[in-house]
């Protein structure tokens, strides 16, 4: 089995009370089953408020939201009081994985940060070296994985190359394609986004800010022209974490124009912004990846969508 991740991916370390998004706020935790049976055994106080804050009525328990829809365990200092009180280790799968994601091939495993993650987002984009992909152990590949690999290795080539512009490296990607973008009107997909499920009221407003504001496409080119580096490494994460997903659905297309069209989603909603720094496309992917990459629904749709505009 062969391990692969992004070379930055030993660089994340969770800045928990200084996180202002923590993604202990707004998001249903899941708790695994070995995890549930320790909760499950606690006693005193803590056992108490575990039975109190926590569903145990389906399949697979989870933590009940309190006010601002915060996790009942995370404390006033945004601290987790189940790892002061049990430590690190007594926490649930998905609370330690994120915000790694996986992806899987017949042999190979490759794990990822989630741009969803401030911190994340800010070792993703704010890198200034060309992306490098670490791989540990043996294994094979299946003719289609070893198509995509190949491909997926062009285009890094082609986005590592931070002399070009921005622009002149999206076409050299796109000649290995035959699918294009259609609707280039940023207003089309805003208005197409606030159609889809939406999380945060500050969503909304960035989508409805982008529609009255409908950047044309030469100007989005400019910005991320002028922001080549964090732009290219938007499109290497967006690329690395999803051109795999075209295994399942046979449809390679979408998943690089997916990636394209992030990028110029985002610059448009810096734009919006008058910003310029990195804190500012952080802040903007991280929301971003919030509504469309963590729901598999919206995700599905946007491809989907950009499927019948490429036809
Ligand atoms: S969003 Fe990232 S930095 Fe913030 S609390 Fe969660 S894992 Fe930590």
Redesign the pocket.
């Known amino acids: 089995m062969i391990i692969a991740y992004p070379d930055y991916y030993n660089d994340f370390c ?3 009370s200084r ?1 202002r ?4 706020i707004g998001w249903e935790i899941d708790i695994d089953p070995c995890t549930a049976a320790l909760y499950r055994a606690q006693k005193g106080e803590l056992g108490e408020r575990m039975a109190k804050n926590i569903d145990w009525s389906g399949d697979e328990p989870h933590f009940i939201l309190g006010e601002g829809e915060r996790c009942p365990f995370l404390n006033e200092n ?1 601290l987790c009081d189940i790892i002061l009180s049990l430590g690190e280790e007594a926490i649930s799968e998905i609370c330690t994985d ?2 790694r994601f996986r992806n899987y091939l017949s042999e190979r495993e490759e794990i990822g940060l989630g741009l ?5 987002g800010r070792i993703i984009i704010g890198r200034e070296k060309p992306l490098e992909i670490i791989e540990e152990g043996e294994g094979e590949y299946t003719a289609d994985e070893d198509f995509l690999m190949d491909l997926r290795d062009d285009i890094f080539d082609i986005m590592n190359e931070h002399s070009q512009p921005f622009s002149s490296r999206v076409l050299a990607v796109q000649d290995k394609i035959e699918g294009r973008i259609e609707k280039d009107n940023i207003a089309y997909w805003s208005h197409f986004m606030m159609d889809l499920e939406r999380l945060d009221e500050k969503w909304t407003q960035c989508l409805i800010n982008l529609v009255k504001r409908p950047y044309p496409l030469d100007e989005i080119e400019k910005y991320m022209d002028e922001h080549g580096v964090w732009f290219a490494n938007l499109f290497n994460y967006f690329i690395f974490r999803h051109l795999f997903s075209a295994l399942d659905d046979g449809d390679i297309d979408s998943k690089i124009l997916f990636a394209l069209l992030s990028c110029r989603i985002i610059a448009a909603l810096c734009m919006a912004d008058e910003s310029a720094d990195l804190e500012t496309v952080v802040e903007y992917a991280r929301m971003y990846s919030s509504e469309i990459e963590y729901s598999d629904e919206n995700l599905g749709l946007m491809f989907e969508r950009i499927n019948k505009q490429s036809l």
């Open positions: 969770c800045i928990a996180c998004h923590s993604c202990c945004n994120h915000p969803c993650c401030e911190e994340a």
